[in-house]
């Protein structure tokens, strides 16, 4: 019995190396030439699996769940008549709280960067920050953090997303559409050209 993980795809073929520095030019082209339709044919459904994968996950104090919150904050920005690609992020705003929650943000930045605007992705990386004016009594909080960055061209969507579609969208009577309805979206966002980061050489290894 071989010990090898099955291919994607039966008809693509195994790098024998095991060891990266071996990987000759010939075998990366093998390699992203299989990568590629890899990601476009998987990389949607592995996200939803890992949002889907905390709806059993228990609060620890809020009244819903962080599964709950992103449906609930994807739904008021659904309904609030932002376009597909801010409903999409919305959905998975939070999807990295519950296992990294003192970086999520820039958890859910990371992996969405490739798909959307720079304005969702600034967002994204900051949006942990701004909470902070509406959370004045926690422990140890600055809620004039987000000052540092007034002035940003993305400061106003972000104060505006944290406000209305984030800090108290954790509401258990809430009308909140279920996960299926966001997975058109989703599927939609990741089928996007990937576009390389901002002042990084892009890499596709």
Same mark, same amino acid.
């Given at each position: ?7 994607? &795809? ?33 990389? #949607? /459904? ?6 889907? =994968?905390?709806?059993? *996950? ?12 992103? !449906? ?5 920005? !659904? +309904?609030?008549?932002?376009?597909? /690609?801010? *409903?999409?992020? =919305?959905?998975?705003? &939070? ?26 992705? %600034? ?9 902070? *004016?509406?959370?004045?009594?926690? $422990? ?15 400061? #106003? ?10 800090? &108290? ?8 559409? $279920? !996960?299926?309805?966001?997975? $058109? ?11 390389? +980061? $901002?002042?990084?050489? %892009?890499?596709? #290894?």
């Amino acid at each position: 019995m071989s010990n090898r993980s099955p291919l994607a &795809d039966p008809a693509w073929q195994y790098i024998e190396h095991t060891s990266m520095e071996d990987f000759t030019a010939a075998d990366w082209a093998v390699m992203n030439a299989q990568r590629a339709i890899f990601t476009r044919n998987h990389q #949607a /459904e592995l996200v939803i699996a890992m949002l889907r =994968a905390t709806s059993n *996950v228990p609060s620890f104090g809020y009244r819903i769940s962080n599964f709950r919150h992103c !449906l609930q904050s994807a739904t008021r920005v !659904l +309904r609030a008549g932002h376009d597909e /690609e801010t *409903v999409a992020v =919305a959905v998975l705003h &939070d999807i990295g709280f519950d296992a990294c929650p003192s970086t999520h943000g820039d958890f859910a930045a990371a992996l969405m960067q490739p798909y959307i605007s720079p304005r969702n992705h %600034w967002m994204l990386e900051h949006h942990q920050i701004f909470q902070d *004016v509406h959370a004045p009594h926690y $422990p140890g909080v600055d809620p004039n953090a987000r000052d540092t960055w007034r002035g940003h061209e993305h400061f #106003a969507w972000t104060a505006e997303y944290v406000s209305k579609f984030d800090q &108290d969208a954790m509401a258990p009577d809430e009308d909140t559409l $279920p !996960l299926e309805a966001f997975i $058109p979206a989703i599927h939609r966002l990741f089928s996007r050209p990937p576009q390389p +980061r $901002p002042n990084a050489t %892009w890499r596709s #290894a």
